[in-house]
């Protein structure tokens, strides 16, 4: 008799337990998610944040584009290109690199590819033997707009 009893009380706590666990699945209850505005704007400063040091390289400077116009071993030819570069062109930069044994002479600091590609066509016109763009660090200041 004993033993029937505990059975039986068994039987009733597995029925209690599973009836009011199937019947809190299915509830018809709703949570409502209330988020701050302020989240957007956060996520969109860290989300230009990101684009900007994707833009970067580990010295703090932009990934660009420059032109080069001359590879030499001799300096006096790199110096002279240097001249004329600044001469035709003074609102544009100009670098001269010594990459052992070579003297290499840049111009230009373009955050765009179209754009060092259009000056490139402008040089072109003034230096035959052409000139071709190369990915480099690059000197660049962001314009108010851009600065978070």
Known sequence: MYLYRVKKLNYILFVLIFGLIGKASYANDTVLIVKDARLDILTAKQAQIN?????????GMYR???????ST??????????????????????Y???QSPNFKVRIGNFLKREDAEKFRKQLNRYFPKGAYMVEDAIEYIPKEEEIF
Do not use: V, W
Not at 51 to 58: E, I, K, P
Not at 64 to 69: A, D, E
């Open 64 to 70: 660009g584009y420059r032109l080069q116009l001359i």
């Open 51 to 59: 684009r900007r040091s994707a833009m970067m390289t580990s010295a």
């Open 73 to 94: 071993s001799k300096r006096e030819d790199a110096l002279k290109m240097k001249t004329e570069l600044m001469q035709y062109f003074p609102e544009h930069k100009s």
């Open 96 to 98: 001269t690199l010594f």
